[in-house]
């Protein structure tokens, strides 16, 4: 099955500073989607993102499919924006999405 | 905005026992799915359904597992005979019937196998 990598595996930030988070996968993909996780475990749909360019708030994706990978910035960061965030894809034929590790984000005041 | 809800938020079990986990999906959507989080790890697919049969599952979705859709708004997991190794957060997702669509979590449900 598709392979998902995702770096750093942590990061801690001082509040008010950009970060890029970074998914690696390994086939050409037909969903590519970001999740938040939150202190309670929920997934929080970030961005559904199997190719270009979106932003939401300080939040913005980027996914260039031909050289397969996903970045997402983070821009002024705030210590709400701290928990785990996932990337995960599916490939062509499928509906399984096939998550990374996570990034582990903590931002301190 | 619609929303995929479970029930229940929390579930402690005993060894042994069957646990029924449940789902309302969103209204328009017709691919179902599980997904588990064994605390710490990652999330892990288990198994997909459509047009009221499985359409996908994964090799930890044995005979164990099974799902149903009973009628027009619940989906359900069933956990036969827990183990220990259940213990999870399991999530229910839906999205709509176009192949790589955008799928969307429930809250999910935190099972405790004791």
């Known amino acids: 099955g598709i392979q998902v990598e995702q770096s750093p595996p942590d990061l801690i930030l001082q509040e008010g500073a950009n970060s890029t988070l970074r998914c690696n996968f390994s086939?050409?993909?037909?969903?590519l989607q970001w999740f938040h996780q939150n202190p309670w475990g929920q997934l929080i749909n970030l961005f559904y993102?199997?190719?270009g360019t979106k932003q939401n708030g300080r939040l913005s994706a980027t996914t260039v499919a031909t050289e397969r990978y996903s970045l997402l910035y983070i821009s002024s960061s705030q210590t709400t924006d701290s928990g785990v965030y996932f990337c995960?894809?599916?490939?062509?034929?499928?509906?399984?999405?096939?998550f990374g590790k996570g990034n582990q984000v903590v931002v301190i005041p | 905005e619609p929303e995929v809800t479970q029930t229940p938020s929390h579930q402690v079990t005993q060894m042994g026992q069957e646990v029924i986990l449940r789902c309302v999906p969103i209204?328009?959507?017709?691919?179902f799915y599980w997904y588990r989080q064994i605390l710490g790890q990652k999330v892990e697919f288990l198994v997909s359904?459509?047009?009221?049969?499985?359409?996908?599952k994964s090799e930890i979705f044995d005979d164990q597992f099974s799902v149903e859709r009973p009628d027009g708004s619940n989906f359900t997991l069933k956990i036969r005979s827990t183990k220990l190794e259940d213990s999870a957060m399991y999530f229910c997702?839906?999205?709509?019937?176009?192949?790589?669509?955008?799928?969307?979590f429930g809250p999910g449900t935190r099972l405790t196998v004791l």
């Open positions: 997702a839906s999205s709509k019937p176009t192949t790589g669509g955008e799928q969307f």
């Open positions: 086939d050409s993909v037909n969903n």
């Open positions: 993102i199997p190719s």
């Open positions: 995960a894809a599916t490939y062509y034929g499928n509906n399984r999405l096939a």
């Open positions: 209204s328009n959507h017709l691919y």
């Open positions: 359904f459509y047009n009221n049969e499985i359409s996908e």
